[in-house]
């Protein structure tokens, strides 16, 4: 049962961050509610006041600007950025993330600001917009901060967000010319939590050498996890997929996934060393 709160609605991203800086850790965002409702039911948050900034507009919005690349409100719902033309012509790797993220009903209403801010190891965005290099940009009446989202996340359901901080932006580089990129989660039915996800990008040089790759495995870990032994390894390469294949081993032993009730340990190291061998072939192929 979730216990009674004071539902706050502020007109304004101003007015929210005065709310926040005066309750603190007496209060939470309420954005789609798809995550904050769950753990409130089940007791695991009780805030005293709820400020409800859904429907704050100017939080809402994606922009695309050839120097500066994508910029994404914390209010954008996850089935805006799957729609997204922009988002579709230059970062498919995200709109394909969105389409396999959930159910409708629930991208129609959750958001991306509430997906990251909720930190779930398990979400699929935050391992995408790792590889793609993207930051978050916190704000708070005493001003904003930036930093890059592979910084944000420190321990499950844990960030770098102070009481008084919302999330107001996410930015996504433009991508450089013969970058490629590719996602996929291992789940039992389609557009669940991924049981592992791994996220590939790689850029190439003209005489199609390697010259970046970045693999971020999500529910590998407390958090998603950059596997730089594994990009090391593919840097300086050409396309061959028995170095993929054991770029693939190395991933699986940099991670430190757990065993639940939904896989073990042992086979979730096998799902990275797959995915991993899987989404350089395939980030590859995207170029
Ligand atoms: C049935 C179901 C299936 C799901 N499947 C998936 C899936 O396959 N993959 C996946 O990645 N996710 C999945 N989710 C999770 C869902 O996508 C996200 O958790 C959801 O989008 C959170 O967004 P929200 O707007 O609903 O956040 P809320 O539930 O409103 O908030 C979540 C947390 O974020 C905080 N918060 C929200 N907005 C901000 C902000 N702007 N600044 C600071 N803090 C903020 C809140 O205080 C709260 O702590 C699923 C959820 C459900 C209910």
């Given amino acids: 049962m979730i216990h009674d709160f004071h539902y706050l609605r502020p007109d304004s991203l101003q007015e929210a961050m005065t709310m926040l800086s005066e309750y603190g850790d007496r ?51 996850h089935r805006a ?27 129609n209403w959750g958001t991306i600001g509430g997906n990251l801010a909720h930190a779930d190891p398990a979400g699929d965005p935050a391992p995408v917009l790792i590889v793609l290099g993207a930051e978050i940009t916190l704000a708070s009446l005493k001003g904003e901060r930036t930093m890059l989202l592979e910084e944000f996340f420190v321990d499950y359901f844990t960030t770098q967000l102070n009481e008084d901080e919302i999330i107001k932006e996410i930015n996504v580089p433009v991508l450089p010319p013969r970058s490629g990129c590719a996602y996929q989660k291992f789940n039992l039915l389609r557009n669940d939590m991924g049981i592992v996800g791994v ?6 040089n003209e005489a199609g050498v390697c010259t970046d790759a970045k693999i971020c495995l999500g529910n590998a870990g407390r958090v998603p996890i950059r596997a730089r032994k594994a990009e090391g390894a ?54």
């Fill in 27 to 77: 209060s939470k965002i309420l954005c789609g509610g798809q995550s904050l409702l769950i753990v409130m039911r089940q007791g695991m948050v009780a805030p005293e006041y709820v400020i409800d900034i859904k429907h704050l507009n100017e939080l809402n919005y994606i922009r695309f600007d050839e120097k500066k690349g994508l910029a994404i409100g914390a209010t954008t719902t």
């Fill in 81 to 107: 950025i799957e729609k997204s033309d922009v988002i579709k012509r230059r970062y498919p790797v995200i709109a394909d993330m969105e389409n396999r993220l959930a159910s409708i009903q629930t991208r």
């Fill in 199 to 204: 996220a590939v990008k790689v850029t190439l």
């Fill in 234 to 287: 593919v840097i300086g390469q050409k396309y061959d997929e028995k170095l993929f294949a054991e770029a693939g081993k190395i991933a699986s032993e940099e991670c430190e996934p757990v065993s639940d009730i939904h896989a073990s340990e042992e086979f979730r190291r096998h799902l990275v060393s797959v995915l991993t061998r899987r989404m350089l072939v395939a980030a590859w192929k995207a170029i």
